[in-house]
């Protein structure tokens, strides 16, 4: 299995300490920017536009990230304390993220940039889809570092081990966390097991499985939207399925909140997908573009 290492971190002063994870958020946030520029410049998009748009989808995607996360999984703690709605920088779900970098788009066109036809909103939104799958991966490396999405126990290969005593006092600690402490078997026992490390997972499936179809895809033209729907078919059937993994969700009626989200999302993308096959609207024209 794949050794357990506690979250790298560098103190600096007082209470100030930067962490591994958001290390690589920031890098994530980062190289998602560079890529949508580079690519709506590549494209003939306004780079400016481009940016402005951009700011919105990012300040969106983070507050709803946090919201959804809280409200879905969270909602007794949230009862309890509703203070916790405005600690934005805790408590983040990347699918709530995705919803909300969504709604960013759609405020800035509807409120900034109406002037912006159709069409070309559809352009900006694509290239945003393509560069998003470089970006997650980073992203799902900071989850990696972080083991800030622990699973049940398994003897799976790609799982993390549970051999030494760190881990073990990690995962009996995020045990206790979802009330099921006793559950764990005894510390013998234990050390020969490990636990679904799902952020390690998505941060495997992102790399080495849409990141390379999605760098195949993308040498010959697509109309637009093509890599909106190309991203929810492979991603969204992965993430329903790991779901039932996850150690400390809410569930309802034996589904997380995610996979209701997901199920939903998914059934608007293959429909998004039948809209762009040949049959499904007007072919493309140079370039990918909708003629």
Request: hydrophobic residues 50%; glycine residues 10%; charged residues 15%.
């Amino acid at each position: 299995m794949v050794p357990y290492f506690p979250q790298p971190q560098f103190h600096l002063f007082g209470p100030v300490t930067i962490h591994a994870f958001g290390v690589l958020v920031a890098a994530s946030v980062i190289t998602g920017w560079k890529l949508v520029v580079g690519r709506c410049r590549r494209k003939g998009l306004d780079a400016e536009l481009c940016e402005d748009l951009l700011v919105y989808v990012f300040c969106t995607g983070f507050l709803v990230a946090h919201l959804y996360s809280v409200i879905a999984y969270f909602p007794r703690e949230a009862w309890k304390d509703p203070v916790i709605l405005l600690r934005v920088w805790e408590n983040i779900s990347s699918f709530g993220g995705i919803l909300g970098g969504v709604l960013g788009l759609w405020l800035f066109f509807r409120f900034i940039r109406r002037e912006t036809g159709a069409a070309r909103r559809l352009q900006y939104l694509d290239a945003i889809a393509y560069a998003f799958p470089f970006a997650w991966a980073i992203g799902r490396l900071g989850c990696t570092v972080a083991h800030d999405h622990p699973g049940v126990l398994t003897s799976f290969p790609l799982a993390v081990s549970l051999n030494s005593a760190q881990a073990q006092a990690y995962i009996a600690s995020a045990y206790q966390g979802a009330g099921r402490f006793a559950e764990l078997p005894p510390a013998a026992e234990l050390r020969n097991l490990g636990f679904h490390d799902l952020g390690w997972y998505e941060f495997l499936y992102t790399l080495l499985v849409i990141v390379p179809v999605f760098l195949l895809l993308d040498r010959k033209p697509h109309r637009d939207g093509f890599f909106v729907a190309a991203f929810l078919l492979l991603y969204l059937p992965v993430r329903f399925f790991l779901d039932f993994l996850r150690l400390s969700d809410a569930r309802y009626h034996g589904l997380t909140p995610g996979q209701y989200a997901v199920a939903a999302v998914f059934l608007g993308a293959l429909l998004w997908a039948a809209a762009l096959s040949p049959r499904g609207g007007r072919s493309a024209g140079p370039g990918g573009a909708s003629a």
